[in-house]
């Protein structure tokens, strides 16, 4: 168990949602936000109760069955018991496996499994960590592309306006919406519950203050989406309830309004633009005999003609700026709303303003609309990858279910490698992915599953192997991102819980048995990297003429702040102000309204320019309701389900489900009550909560609680504790992009009368007297 007995000065850490200080004060980790930080995140409270709690994973585990029979396929994963073994004997048995399965399948057997979230530090960065060992030690791995986050928006974004984090990041800035917009159409919305959160920290959160300093000087926000709490109530003046997953049809409702009035930016369109006259065909339904009118996408979208005319008709003339959160993305044809919300924006000549166009994303994530550092902050190198296969990265349960079989991604047609071993380190994909009963059978078709963890995850108690590794504050490390510009000196705040070790210890191990030691750690231990790391940034303040203190002063002080670089738009703004000079990166050189290359694809979920692509999973006598499976705001992802402020929003330890006063009624179901959500896929247990904040037909559950099976011996048991990706579908987005889906599906809710079932999630699973190892191999 983790003890604090002494009380300790303040001392600063960084984390993915704010940089803070930590101080033991009578037994007790205090956390306090950067006094610096304007509207600090709460999830910061999840950190003094996890330190320790019964979660947490005191020393090395392996499952009963894969120890006494050896690796290969095993239904019994997540339903097995551990063993308890000592560090030097675990770490033999693992080196031992991750060479069988070099000599007898190659390194394309392996998938090194990582969501690199796991912490702010540029050294103990989970992902990078192992990936470099697994590239040491066996000369590469499986790798996954992209992310569940933006899957479908980072491979159609370089198709129509280029590099997806110079769209993203340097396309639109706020200082230039609170001096500039007149109109933010956002659809998905800016919930600041989404921006308080960075890759690599952040240290000021500044949206929800920029987004009030716009609306008081005359901004108009325009939230459009099925949930009200997706902008600030203090901007939220026009909440525009649209049916989810039906944003790209009213896009098309407003630019056909804006063509019809003539109100379009032709010269725009002429100058800047590739594949106007064919999307305006379809638009205008020439190619199809469907004119794309209000009166058309009213059915569709649930409002009617009259309001999006009138929203269309406040546009021309305006510095108008359009948003699409992720939520969009994550969903059947994904790739729509993206393209289409960049298209209207071209339609009204506002690509590359101050202030105007389009912006991806704005408000999903604290990295974006900010400037960016002036110097380099390093992070750890990952060696080469010799393995050429990969996978899009919420394609895992196809990838295992399905060797050698072919798919479609990105205008090529790929095959699912054969893997035999998953290394999984930084992530927990009982969170990010959907269909868990699918993943379960998933999982059982591996030789071995090995797991770094702070806690038992469902993924920790699936796993053949697991490793207990520190959280961010029992170590040091450097934390800083590319867009935020102060460094922080992440020092230690606690011992390590039991025996966890770092990954950077746990690799160093390893591959000290696999003979790669040398190229693994170049001869450094933590501090030397840590210095080493440090440098690129010294070196970048020396070059610039300014203070570049060295390593210890930085590390006594705690924090340095760094220069940034102006906003200037990025290729955006560039290629607006000299489209012949300066052409954007993609097939054309221009912004791509209808795209060749993607038409030549041939993809009927895809087309060669966007276009309303009416969804699979639709509602239905069966499932009449629209599950909305968003971002949780009491922590980031599944991290810390079980610290203090997670657990204080919970209601009878359940998650909650926010559903309209009308649909409860319907169902017999008052504030408070437990809900059983079902579907063909599976089921689970939450709280309900009633509020006209969440619009009729639809319902509301975050992801991120701990999948609690109530038996964990059934194939498709309940989830007692909330998970919606028990019920969420496992396809991808299109053939384009095979992006992840989970952000929509359908159920249907009733009232649970029974007695309750106890929270299991964060109970340690049974642990047994071990028994002699078999190393045979798995065939």
């Not at 030690?137 to 974004?157: C, D």
């Not at 999307?279 to 020439?286: K, T």
Request: proline residues 7%; glycine residues 10%.
């Amino acid at each position: 168990m983790t003890e604090q007995v002494k009380d300790t000065p303040a001392k600063p850490h960084n984390s993915h949602w704010g940089v803070f200080s930590g101080q033991w004060i009578g037994g007790k980790l205090v956390i306090k936000p950067h006094p610096n930080d304007p509207d600090p995140n709460p999830i910061l409270q999840n950190f003094p109760e996890a330190l320790s709690h019964k979660a947490r994973i005191a020393k090395p585990m392996v499952r009963r069955g894969w120890l006494e029979n050896g690796p290969g396929k095993d239904a019994r994963r997540g339903r097995d018991e551990f063993v308890e073994m000592e560090w030097d004997e675990v770490q033999d048995l693992l080196a031992a496996e991750l060479k069988r399965v070099q000599d007898k399948h190659g390194a394309k057997a392996v998938f090194g499994g990582s969501y690199g979230w796991s912490s702010a530090g540029r050294f103990h960065h989970a992902q990078s960590q192992l990936h470099r060992f697994l590239n040491a030690a066996l000369g590469g791995y499986v790798r996954s592309i992209n992310s569940y986050s933006a899957g479908a928006s980072m491979v159609i974004l370089p198709h129509i306006l280029g590099n997806y984090d110079d769209v993203s990041r340097r396309n639109v800035a706020w200082a230039d919406i609170v001096d500039y917009t007149d109109v933010i159409l956002a659809f998905g919305g800016m919930n600041t519950k989404n921006s308080r959160v960075a890759a690599g920290g952040i240290s000021r959160h500044t949206e929800h203050g920029d987004m009030i300093a716009a609306s008081r000087r005359g901004c108009e926000l325009v939230l459009i989406g099925p949930l009200k709490t997706d902008l600030p109530d203090e901007v939220n003046n026009e909440w525009v309830q649209i049916r989810p997953g039906t944003d790209t049809a009213m896009m098309l409702a407003l630019a056909h309004t804006i063509v019809m009035d003539d109100a379009h930016d032709r010269a725009f369109l002429a100058s800047h633009c590739h594949g106007w006259e064919t999307f305006e065909d379809y638009l205008m339904g020439r190619s199809d005999s469907q004119p794309k009118n209000a009166d058309w996408a009213s059915d569709i979208t649930g409002l009617s003609a009259e309001t999006m005319r009138a929203i269309a008709r406040r546009l021309p003339g305006k510095r108008v700026l359009v948003t699409v959160a992720h939520s969009l993305q994550r969903a059947e044809h994904g790739e729509q709303p993206v393209w289409m919300a960049s298209v209207l924006a071209a339609l009204l000549g506002q690509h590359g303003l101050p202030g105007g166009g389009y912006s991806y994303a704005l408000g999903s994530i604290a990295n974006y609309g900010r400037r960016h550092n002036a110097v380099p902050i390093a992070a750890l190198n990952q060696l080469k990858n010799n393995v050429s296969d990969y996978i899009p990265v919420a394609r895992i349960s196809d990838m295992l279910l399905n060797p050698g079989q072919p798919f479609d991604y990105n205008g090529e047609r790929l095959t699912y490698p054969d893997i035999r071993l998953v290394y999984w380190a930084g992530g927990n994909p009982f969170h990010h992915h959907q269909d868990l009963a699918r993943l379960r059978r998933a999982f059982a078709e591996v030789d071995t599953l090995v797991v770094h963890e702070i806690g038992w995850t469902a993924t920790a108690k699936h796993a053949d192997i697991v490793l207990p590794c520190t959280m961010t504050l029992e170590r040091e490390d450097i934390g800083g991102a590319p867009t935020d510009p102060l460094l922080v000196a992440m020092h230690r705040l606690a011992v390590p819980f039991g025996e966890a070790r770092d990954d950077y210890t746990i690799f160093s191990g390893l591959a000290e048995r696999m003979g790669c030691a040398e190229a693994f750690t170049e001869g450094r231990s933590t501090e030397q990297w840590l210095r080493f790391l440090y440098q690129s940034t010294q070196d970048g303040l020396a070059g610039l003429g300014l203070e570049a203190p060295d390593f210890d002063t930085f590390w006594e002080r705690g924090e340095m702040m760094l220069p940034q670089l102006p906003h200037d738009g990025g290729t955006v703004r560039a290629f607006r102000d000299d489209p012949a000079g300066k052409p954007l990166p993609t097939h054309s050189g221009k912004i791509e309204i209808a795209s060749d290359r993607i038409a030549g694809f041939g993809y009927a979920d895809c087309p060669g320019h966007p276009a309303w692509l009416p969804p699979v999973d639709v509602v239905t006598p069966a499932t009449p309701l629209q599950l909305v499976a968003n971002q949780p705001a009491s922590r980031l992802h599944s991290q810390f389900d079980f610290g203090g402020h997670s657990l204080a929003e919970k209601r009878r330890g359940r998650e909650v489900a926010r559903m309209h006063p009308l649909d409860a009624a319907a169902r017999g179901l008052a504030d408070g009550d437990i809900a059983r959500l079902f579907n063909s896929r599976g089921a689970c247990l939450a709280a309900i909560a009633v509020t006209e904040d969440v619009m009729q037909g639809v319902i509301q559950l975050p992801t991120g609680a701990w999948y609690d099976p109530q038996d964990a011996h059934e194939d498709n048991p309940l989830c007692v504790h909330g998970n919606p990706n028990v019920l969420t579908r496992d396809v991808g987005t299109s053939s384009l992009a095979q992006g992840c889906c989970g952000q929509l599906t359908t159920v249907e809710v009733e009232k649970f009368t029974g007695n309750l079932p106890p929270i299991q999630a964060f109970d340690p699973p049974v642990a047994v007297k071990r028994t002699p190892p078999r190393l045979e191999a798995a065939e």
